[in-house]
């Protein structure tokens, strides 16, 4: 099974930077997934890893370290549209797509 | 239908009562997943299916079942409900398994099971 560990709550200011880390043990990769997910609705789809490094997409960007079994999302230039919960995803060699518990994020004016 | 869409959006149902949640997709995509969502679990995942045909079961399984007849429709049900399977059940699908393409998620069901 998947072991997907990120921390469960994050507060941070408007206009600043914060830094969501997950770890990860499971059979198999097939890519690593961040989604965001606004209070009392559906998770939508941020960025993915599948090969080592960062990828940027605006203001947010995803770092992978397979190795490691680690992953961060970086959101810059916090807004407070950005308060919501950020879960992390990984699929696995039978290609099941796993999610941690999630991080909630709190931006603060 | 544009998307991915579930029905209903949310039910009150008698414990021991049958109940199957309907999931529909038009966006001819191979994989499919159903998640149940409770406060500080976060999703969880009950049961996919990487193609038409074909159903594995996921972290949560007990309790409930899948079918694929066609790629369209993946319906989940609840042979006898149980308070504890009170919860927000979404459904997701992505374009094909073995491909790195980001699953979609339904606007998902909220069950409560008294």
């Known amino acids: 099974g998947q072991n997907i560990d990120q921390p469960t709550e994050m507060t941070a200011t408007e206009g600043a930077i914060v830094q969501i880390n997950c770890t990860y043990q499971?059979?198999?990769?097939?890519?690593l997934f961040w989604y965001q997910q606004h209070a009392g609705e559906a998770p939508t789809f941020l960025s993915y890893?599948?090969?080592?490094g960062l990828e940027e997409k605006g203001r947010f960007s995803s770092f992978l370290s397979r190795s490691k079994g680690y992953s961060y999302l970086l959101l810059k230039e916090l807004q407070m549209k950005d308060s919501a919960s950020y879960l992390c995803?990984?699929?696995?060699?039978?290609?099941?797509?796993?999610f941690g518990a999630g991080t909630t994020v709190t931006v603060r004016a | 239908i544009a998307g991915i869409t579930q029905a209903p959006t949310s039910q009150i149902l008698a414990a021991g009562r049958r109940m199957t949640l309907r999931c529909t997709q038009d966006?001819?995509?191979?994989?499919m997943y159903w998640y149940r969502q409770d406060l500080g679990l976060g999703l969880r995942l009950i049961h996919y299916?990487?193609?038409?045909?074909?159903?594995g079961k996921g972290e949560v399984p007990d309790g409930y079942s899948v079918s694929r007849a066609n790629t369209d429709d993946f319906p989940l049900t609840l042979a006898s409900a149980v308070p504890s399977q009170t919860s927000v059940y979404f459904c997701?699908?992505?374009?094909?398994?073995?491909?790195?393409?980001?699953?979609?998620f339904g606007q998902g069901t909220r069950l409560t099971v008294v």
């Open positions: 997701a699908s992505s374009d094909s398994p073995d491909r790195v393409t980001e699953a979609f």
């Open positions: 499971t059979s198999g990769f097939n890519g």
């Open positions: 890893n599948v090969l080592d």
């Open positions: 995803a990984v699929r696995d060699s039978d290609y099941k797509l796993s």
């Open positions: 966006m001819r995509h191979n994989a």
């Open positions: 299916s990487n193609t038409a045909g074909t159903t």
